[in-house]
């Protein structure tokens, strides 16, 4: 199917060919018939991404600061392979579509194929022939509406939104200030609620348009004020909706000034906040910010995990301001017809986008695309033709996230030995990307196509509910498998992949990368190859993460001990040279729902040998301070490991200090070895052993909601 893109590095929009996004079970499949280009916001993301690198940092400071916080937290080469990686993917472009529902998920309600809707969000509504949205992003739309005008349903969320933070009366006087695609929809809606609308803008053409829908024209000279002033008897607007898009403040001053007593400014487009005290201050004027949408956005639990809001207490979500967009339309309140100025078939998006970039005077608001109907699209993007080593394994992929694209991808190819067959990612679109730079030979968005593939070992990197399915599936299938941690969340799918593992030859491997770690093989040569009794010392300075963060999603993510700690449980028993056979485990009092959730544990970890490792995992340490210190005492002689970079050898009449000139975490190694043990057949961890890693792991939550320690089974 086709979509269209944009590259982070150099701005550059295309329509590619990507296979079909797959729908899932709390999500629909639609079939796009016309989505909109918003002038202005999409107008900003291609003038920053073709800017260069000095031009980005010096128009987003903010982001600069989170990669300078991202190289004190997991260190200088690992940020730079994150935002060179981020710079070269290729980016979905648009966030508003109309078409009909081709199939629906199995929790989704109230829609069924054949139904038109339309459809929100950064992440789904994008220009392309088939999107995939959650259900909390889908409206009907209502009988009698031209679907191109259903396309304009989240920019109306978003104006909706803006007047509903505004509360306007019937007979209240506002000015709206900035006359695009947006401002326009709120001078239209202002006079829909009974208001007296004034609108300026830079453009008088912009400004006869609103004219035309009702509204008082101004120009914002010198005179708006003056102006306003006589046209509303001395007091000043009830009201100022700012709607306008410029690094300036200008806007926020002339609010102010415009302002009655106690009346309020509502800022929906992206302008400077510079809030000049005085008059602020001085009328107590409310000044609120609108946030998209509405309630609901940058929720993952509202927008991907489904969960609605209750009708009494969020009256209006941004489904359902989208809904009353569509409603408004249907009645005939709304106008969107003369607001769309261009039209052009999705294969011509670079000749949009040229207008949409344009610096001259023709006027271009409701930018649409159109997508026609066509065959079934192929659900099989071939990217290049493969031309294989004699002896080489065929690698393939599920899943091309950061960590894949980052830190696995690169090492696999310097690896002569490795030939690329097929890779998969759910949107597709990240599949062909990622396939096309790295040289696979085809991409497809169904994992059932890598499982019947002609492919040897499959990588599966998706998010952490998938795994346990995946490895199972794979391991059926015949493939050797690898999957990134943890390797399931239950016990339940611990006792599937037990019983997969005795069925299959295939080798597995979970990857718990830092037994790999060059430091860390130092380490246990200079503590010796002997299994005698050890005690380990682990401390994870994790960090925060969002509670909306998907590994915060019991479902999906499993929480940070499942899903991150089992990294260290698997150090642990590396080091100690023995697997555990008891766990027990206290928290910091945090205020999470339940124990999967914690995230400041102290883990004791018993091992058949009579090791003891105690692993702390803490998220609300200082940014400041390295991630990872590893101790471990045996036999009159201990060694340190600082954060992978430094370790230190203490025996009973010297010391010594090995410093790595970067960070490794090991992922070159196990990439490396887990080949080599393929092609020998010698599994490279035993699989006794990585069972035991994943129970004890699990065991952890079970212990933290005893409050017993938990024999190992």
Avoid at 116 to 134: I, K, R
Avoid at 454 to 472: E, G, K, N, Q
Avoid at 487 to 499: P, V
Wanted: charged share 25%; glycine share 10%; aromatic share 6%.
């Amino acid at each position: 199917m086709k979509q269209i893109v944009q590259y982070k590095k150099n701005g550059l929009i295309e329509v590619v060919d990507v296979p079909e996004p797959q729908i899932t079970r709390r999500s629909l499949k639609v079939r796009t018939d016309a989505s909109l280009i918003s002038a202005g916001t999409e107008r900003s993301s291609v003038e920053l991404a073709e800017k260069s690198l000095a031009g980005k940092a010096m128009a987003r400071p903010d982001l600069v600061r989170k990669v300078v916080d991202s190289m004190r937290t997991q260190g200088i080469q690992a940020t730079l392979e994150t935002v060179r990686n981020r710079l070269q993917a290729a980016s979905p472009m648009g966030y508003s579509i109309a078409g009909r529902v081709m199939e629906v998920g199995a929790d989704v309600a109230g829609l069924r194929p054949g139904d038109l809707v339309a459809g929100a969000g950064v992440s789904y509504a994008n220009h392309a022939e088939v999107v995939v949205l959650p259900r909390n992003l889908a409206v009907p739309i209502p009988e009698g509406v031209d679907v191109e005008h259903a396309a304009f349903a989240t920019i109306g969320a978003i104006a909706l939104q803006g007047l509903r933070q505004l509360e306007p009366a019937i007979g209240e006087n506002f000015l709206v200030i900035g006359l695009g695609l947006i401002g326009q929809l709120t001078v239209q809606l202002l006079h829909a609620n009974g208001c007296r609308v004034f609108a300026t803008d830079l453009r008088a053409d912009l400004i006869a348009m609103a004219e035309g829908e009702g509204a008082t024209g101004l120009p914002s000279d010198g005179a708006l004020v003056k102006r306003l002033d006589d046209l509303t008897g001395g007091y000043g607007v009830d009201g100022v909706v700012i709607t306008a898009s410029t690094e300036s403040s200008k806007p926020i001053a002339v609010a102010g000034e415009v302002t009655r007593e106690k009346g309020r400014v509502v800022v929906v487009g992206a302008v400077g906040l510079e809030v000049p005290r005085a008059p602020y201050y001085g009328k107590e004027i409310d000044l609120r910010i609108s946030r998209s949408y509405g309630p609901g956005r940058y929720d993952p639990l509202y927008e991907e995990g489904g969960v609605d809001y209750p009708y009494g207490y969020v009256r209006f979500t941004e489904q359902r301001n989208m809904a009353a967009f569509l409603r408004l339309i249907a009645e005939g309140r709304i106008r969107v017809g003369p607001l769309i100025t261009h039209r052009f078939p999705v294969d011509e998006a670079s000749r949009a986008y040229d207008v949409v970039k344009s610096g001259d005077d023709t006027l271009r608001l409701g930018v649409l695309l159109r997508y026609p109907e066509r065959d079934a699209p192929s659900q099989r993007i071939v990217l290049s033709k493969t031309v294989p080593t004699k002896g080489a394994l065929k690698v393939s992929f599920i899943g091309a996230g950061n960590y894949a694209t980052a830190k696995l991808l690169p090492r696999l190819a310097k690896n002569q030995s490795v030939t690329f067959e097929g890779i998969c990612t759910g949107t597709g679109l990240s599949a062909q990307d990622v396939g096309k730079r790295i040289g696979f030979h085809f991409a497809v968005a169904d994992p059932e196509d890598i499982l019947k593939s002609d492919t040897d070992v499959i990588f599966i990197c998706t998010r952490h509910d998938s795994h346990a399915d995946l490895v199972v599936r794979a391991l059926e299938a015949g493939k050797h498998v690898f999957v990134e941690k943890p390797l399931c969340l239950t016990s339940e799918e611990l006792e599937r992949c037990r019983e997969a593992l005795s069925r299959n030859s295939g080798h597995l491997l979970v990857g718990f990368n830092r037994r790999f770690a060059p430091l860390t093989d130092k380490v246990m040569q200079f503590l010796g190859e002997d299994s005698a009794p050890s005690a380990v010392q682990i401390r994870v300075n994790a960090g925060s993460i969002d509670r909306g963060h998907w590994l915060n999603d019991p479902e999906i993510g499993g929480g940070r001990i499942i899903g991150e700690a089992c990294h260290f449980v698997d150090l642990a028993v590396r080091l100690c040279r023995s697997t555990p056979v008891e766990v027990f485990a206290r928290s910091v009092a945090d205020s999470v729902d339940s124990p999967l959730l914690a995230q400041n544990v102290t883990i004791t970890l018993t091992m058949a040998n009579g090791s003891v490792a105690t692993i702390g995992y803490f998220a609300s340490g200082g940014a400041r301070m390295r991630k990872e210190y590893v101790e471990v005492f045996k036999g009159g002689r201990s060694a340190v490991i600082d954060d992978f970079i430094r370790a230190t050898f203490y025996a009973e009449s010297h010391s010594s200090t090995v410093k790595s000139r970067r960070q490794d975490k090991g992922q070159g190694a196990m990439i490396a070895l887990f080949m080599d043990s393929i092609r020998s057949d010698q599994p490279l961890i035993p699989n006794e052993e990585l069972l035991q890693v994943s129970a004890a792991t699990i065991q952890v939550v079970d212990a933290l909601a005893t409050g017993l320690p938990q024999t190992i089974t």
